[in-house]
């Protein structure tokens, strides 16, 4: 059973900075899910009885980097909202378990927030690998699954999102996020533009649509492959493919990564066979601010780039308080704040925009509301959902670390707002 809270007194709380929604009330209601499992409306509670959301994350074992600062992400949303007078006068409670980057334990979690803990909503992990297993057992129990970093075309295609179109992903489309980039090589003078690449990629989900397409269509611009092949998403295998493309002397590497300590796999033996390619993008890694800086070294991360529907400096208003509220509560500077802080803060932004809309935790309700071609806001900018759960209206920037590795700035595309001019070719490796 999953509760739903009652009927209350209309109200509405102004939130400022970071917590941009407003709020209103809460209905009870009972639904059925497609799969035939049943929910009722719990007995009625007072205004005190909290909001609980369920989350795993990943917080220790390959992506514990990400998963914690998704962790940071949702409880610097919960504290926002909880700050001025909770959600429609309930507080929220947030309920994370620790799946330790495992698709078995995941699913696991998730069984146990739904069917043990009745949770009345659910937030997303890290990682497609994860989201994939996550989401069907969401379907399973009817809940709406918001996420920000399950974009990978085997979670919007599993049967049981095409069965129950329970999952939204309030990110960038991943299959897109290149596509900034492949248009900056396309728009240089032929004289000028790379003639070679090569696209590692590891074994996921996440990490290899954007750079197949970016093959596709770097290809298609006359820019030879050499190099192109898929290794197991094992720190032990890091080595042996990144030799190979050093010894290729690829222009461009456009590397298929899910986490830093790829990426720094990668420079590391670069750097050991005395290798800098001209551009250097990664799937995922540098976007994780002092995390990669610490990995990696501050000369090093100069040049370096990754695709991304957020930056730190992103002119938005929510946007620019969120940083700085989470520079307040942990340290650093902008540059230093991951997107994974963004995607999260986002998760629990849509979330709550849909749960005041509908007038309740009904997750029948949310479903409906979020697939009703209705936009919404986020720190990382508009929101709308197509069919299949993916957010249109997502726009693809790419950023670059600058500045002896002290900023972390947008580039791509050449002339947004926003928009810096580009490290057109990657300096040496530093010591």
Known sequence: MRPNLPWLPKRAFALTGAAVLSVSVLAACSSSTSSGTSTSTS????????????ASLSLTGDFSSDGINYEHGYELWASDVNAHGGLLGHKVVLKILNDASSPTQVDTNYQTLFATDHVNLAFGPFSSLLT?????V??????????????????FNSPANLADHNVFDVSLPIRDEMVPFVNYIASLPASQRPTT??????????AD????????????????????????????????PADDVAASKPQIVVLGSTDVPTVAAFMQAFEQQHYTPKLFIAAAGPDQGSAFISAVGKGNAVGMMVPNGWYPTYP???????????VAKYGGNASDVSSDVAEAYSVGQVMAQAVTKTGGTDNAKIISYLHSNVTLTSVQGPVKFDSLGENGESVAFVSQWQNGGNSFDQVLPVGVAGSVAIIATKPAWAS
């Open 209 to 240: 649509p954007p750079v197949q397409l970016a093959q596709q269509m770097l290809q298609a611009l006359g820019v030879k492959t050499v190099y192109s092949k898929i290794f197991p998403e094992e720190a032990a295998d890091y080595k042996a």
């Open 197 to 206: 690449a090569a696209y590692p990629m590891a074994d996921d989900p996440f």
């Open 132 to 136: 994939t297993p996550a989401s069907s």
């Open 43 to 54: 007995p009625s509670p007072s205004s005190s009885t909290p909001i609980t959301i369920g």
């Open 316 to 326: 938005n208003a929510a946007s620019q308080a969120m940083v700085q509220e989470y």
């Open 138 to 155: 969401a379907a399973r129990y009817g809940y709406a699954f918001v996420e920000g970093a399950g974009g990978a075309p085997t979670v």
